[in-house]
Nanobody
Framework: QVQLVESGGGSVQTGGSLRLSCAAS????????MGWYRQAPGKQRELVAI???????MYADSGKGRFTISRDNAKNTVYLQMNNLKPEDTAVYYC??????????????WGQGTRVTVSS
């Protein structure tokens, strides 16, 4: 069984920063892409950023220039540095990872979510 445990959420004022972390644990062969998604109240879950095992990144327009995704493959951990936060960034942030528990077969796993609240 694979578990993703997130941390780092909280409440900040507009312009503040937060760093989210997500650590994967359990039995698996490898982790492919890892990413962050968010879901604001009354809205659908949306992509924030993705990073491949090789370090290639992709960002949603909403976070470009403000958010930075990174990963430490030795620690099976993905990070999301969020700067210049805005009230519209308020949401529950979810970590996602595509994990190979069997060789050449990947499964998508989700964390439990961490809440980010940005006040004006």
């Amino acid at each position: 069984q694979v578990q993703l445990v997130e941390s780092g959420g909280g409440s900040v004022q507009t312009g503040g920063s937060l760093r989210l972390s997500c650590a994967a644990s359990g039995k698996f062969f490898s982790i492919d892409a890892m990413g962050w998604y968010r879901q604001a109240p009354g809205k659908q879950r949306e992509l924030v950023a993705i990073i491949t095992s090789g370090g290639s990144t992709m960002y949603a327009d909403s976070g470009k220039g403000r958010f930075t995704i990174s990963r430490d493959n030795a620690k099976n951990t993905v990070y999301l540095q969020m700067n210049n936060l805005k009230p519209e960034d308020t949401a529950v942030y979810y970590c996602n990872a595509r994990v190979a528990t069997v060789v050449a077969v990947t499964t998508s796993y989700w964390g439990q979510g961490t809440r980010v609240t940005v006040s004006s």
